[in-house]
């Protein structure tokens, strides 16, 4: 009732995903259903906002659906609908320095959404070679636009995954 008075899209669709993700942690793929309810709520909040123009102060509200969605997924053992999901993130935000933005926390959320899905791919779904792909590409991109700090935790992370071949 709020949310129709006085709309404040950003804060109430990071409430229903923070919601959702605590179900699925909590409670793996038995809390999944309800889990998903959350993000379909937020879903509407996006589309909602979309339409009247909302400007958000970060990421788009889509971008962090759809990041919180492979979260999700990957709580509840859904491996396959996380790497989506969590590559959808990626594209979304763009590769750093793509459209000439280099900035500096939109290439830490896209760092982010690679790291997951490397995790996702290389431990879960035990596809080594394809999540190291994944690493070096971003690895190489990320040397490129001068962000060393980023660079290193997916270098981390590729070591971690050649360990385990």
Known sequence: AAHARAPRPEPLSNGLRELARLQAKAQGSEGLEQALAYLATAARVAEEARAAAFEPQGRSLETALAYEYGRVYTYAGQYED????????????????ADGNNDEDRAGEWTECVRL?????????????AALARLD????????QGHSDLQEQLSSLAAQLREEE
């Open 82 to 97: 996380a790497l989506a999901s969590l590559e959808e993130a990626a594209a979304l935000l763009g590769e750093p320095g």
């Open 117 to 129: 899905s490397a995790v996702v791919e290389g431990f879960y779904l035990e596809r080594r070679s």
């Open 137 to 144: 590409k971003a690895i190489s991109l990320l040397a490129s």
